[in-house]
């Protein structure tokens, strides 16, 4: 156990809708990134959040978007889903303040778009 | 972007028997870490090596890193059926140091 939570296990939405994904991240880090991963893929990158702003983003457009809270909680929101967003949707947290930048996971949000 | 290419995509063995994963990457990087994921699940951080270290272990794990042909391997020695998962490489780089995964490596330990 990471201790990072992460919120639903499952989600299935329909072509259109809009969903939110949350992530309670480990005690004492201040730095939460989220990954999308398709079937049989590496984790790709969406974004990364420190200290509650966006500190860097991969390829992904901005119907996808993020909080991260005072208490380094975090969400990751998609709006106008398409089928091609159904993926597991993990968030890691980290403390940026330590050199090796090492990532605990949360056991991820399966998401399936219809 | 996938940055890092591990090889092979599949690997079967039998318990007992050690297993190599590889991994290539394309870019100059901070430092390089290994993950195992089981069933499409969450993701566990196994070992970090600096892009100034060779060599390291943890365990029956053993990582190599040759920056000069940008590679690192893991070696599993002695299976078991319980290290049955998914291994990924995943570089960290750049001022944000910004995590990026190779597609993995499907290892399987037969009993």
């Known amino acids: 156990e990471t201790g990072v939570t992460q919120s639903p296990t499952h989600l299935i939405k329909t072509r259109g809708q809009q969903v939110t994904l949350r992530c309670s991240s480990q005690s004492g880090h201040n730095t939460v990134s989220w990954y999308q991963q398709a079937l049989g893929q590496g984790p790709q990158f969406i974004f990364q959040y420190y200290r509650e702003e966006e500190n860097g983003r991969g390829n992904f457009p901005p119907r996808f978007s993020g909080l991260q809270f005072p208490n380094y909680s975090s969400e990751l929101n998609v709006n106008a889903l398409e089928l091609d967003d159904s993926a597991l949707y993990l968030c890691a947290s980290s403390s940026r303040d330590r050199a090796s930048y090492e990532q605990y996971f949360g056991p991820g949000t399966r998401l399936t778009v219809t | 972007s996938q940055q890092g290419e591990e090889d092979p995509q599949a690997l079967s063995i039998q318990e007992g028997e050690n297993a190599t994963m590889n991994c290539s990457y394309k870019?100059?990087?901070?430092?390089l870490q290994w993950y195992r994921q089981n069933s499409g699940r969450g993701l566990v951080h196994l070992i970090l090596?600096?892009?100034?270290?060779r060599e390291k272990h943890s365990g029956r794990l053993r990582v190599t890193l040759d920056t000069s042909k940008k590679s690192s391997s893991l070696l599993i020695t002695a299976s078991r059926a319980a290290d049955t998962a998914s291994y990924f490489c995943a570089t960290v780089a750049g001022g944000y140091q910004k995590v990026t995964f190779g597609i993995g490596t499907k290892l399987q330990v037969i009993p």
């Open positions: 090596i600096r892009s100034n270290e």
């Open positions: 870019t100059s990087i901070n430092n």
